[in-house]
């Protein structure tokens, strides 16, 4: 934890020290004089991603079918880098997904120390455990069109930090041909951070991304260790 503090601590200094930097090069810049395209803004101001979502590291108590999903809207802010190709972003907003389980459901109670996967007791449609985060994603980008950086290729890494807002299960099944949806919450046993690292690749408003967590899921003697999840999917950029 105080390496990703220091990590922490580095990147908001780099973030102060772009702005600083951006602030006084805009205040110098005589802008009837200078009309080249670098002024431009990047137009990624809003990222939104769909995605798959699974988790690494999984012992085999855990059974994960189905096909995980992920939904992630952040705005952010764009910090050129002088007139290369290169920019910072920063930005704050909102992450979800959710992953099914096969055969099987959670024990989530407040006299239950440990998360318990258990055989499932009844016969489930569906049964899926969903979080959400409030996230700041910091990105590292290029744009091949430093011209126009609302088109041509891009490429980005990064990292996003996340607090977690809120975590439930949700099954449907059936009970004398009538449908049932239960929806059981607690955020007791996941950790209450998340730090994940990012990257992009693409052309134009469309690009490919994946997110891997650093930090574990649970807390320590809550779950499993070392679970960790990851993302792969489609990002689409804009305003």
Known sequence: MPAIQYAMHKILLLLTALFLFHTSEAQTTDIKSDKSSYAMPSRDYLMFQIGYENWSNVPDSIKIGGLGRALNTYLCY???????????????????????????QIVLTDTTAYIQFIPETVDYKKYKYTTAYIEAPFELRYFGNKENRNVGFKAAIGMRIGALVS??????????????????????YLETWRYAATVRLGYGNFSVYGAYSISNLFRVNSGPENVKPFQLGLCITGL
Not at 81 to 98: Q, R, Y
Request: charged share 20%; net charge positive; hydrophobic share 30%.
């Open 167 to 188: 975590a439930h299960t949700k099954s449907k099944r059936t009970l004398n041909s009538k449908p049932i949806v239960e929806k059981t919450s607690t955020k007791r």
């Open 78 to 104: 764009d910090f050129p880098i002088m007139k290369s190709n290169f920019s910072f972003a920063a930005g704050i907003g909102v992450g979800t997904s959710s992953v099914y389980l096969k055969g099987q």
